[in-house]
């Protein structure tokens, strides 16, 4: 039961897939992401993959200047600046 660690169940991404909030398949990749964050040279993960973060943990990062994606921190990108005027130019 949650490899001999039962409190874990009281965590809040162990508690989300025990109720069935998040499936049982997350995970399990050949690791794309995290050679990505090498290649990158990023500090953390959720610079390169999509994912839920601890709200305190975001303010930590933050105050060290680590954007994650899916935070809508991303907007001053320029590249993805550009991609949303030509979808709104025609």
């Known amino acids: 039961y949650l490899c001999g660690v ?3 169940k009281e965590y ?3 508690r ?3 109720d069935g909030t998040l499936p049982q398949s997350i995970g399990g990749g050949v ?6 964050q090498f290649m990158l040279r990023c500090a953390h993960i959720g610079e390169v ?9 975001v303010v930590v990062l933050r105050e060290k200047g680590i ?3 899916g935070l809508g921190e991303f907007d001053e990108d320029p590249m ?3 991609l949303h005027k030509a979808k709104n130019a025609i």
């Not at 690791?31 to 990505?36: A, E, T």
């Open 49 to 57: 993959q999509h994912g839920w973060y601890d709200p305190d943990e």
């Open 67 to 69: 954007k994650l994606l």
């Open 6 to 8: 039962p409190e874990r």
């Open 12 to 14: 809040v991404w162990h």
């Open 31 to 36: 690791g794309q992401s995290r050679l990505c």
């Open 16 to 18: 989300m897939l025990l």
């Open 80 to 82: 993805a600046n550009s």
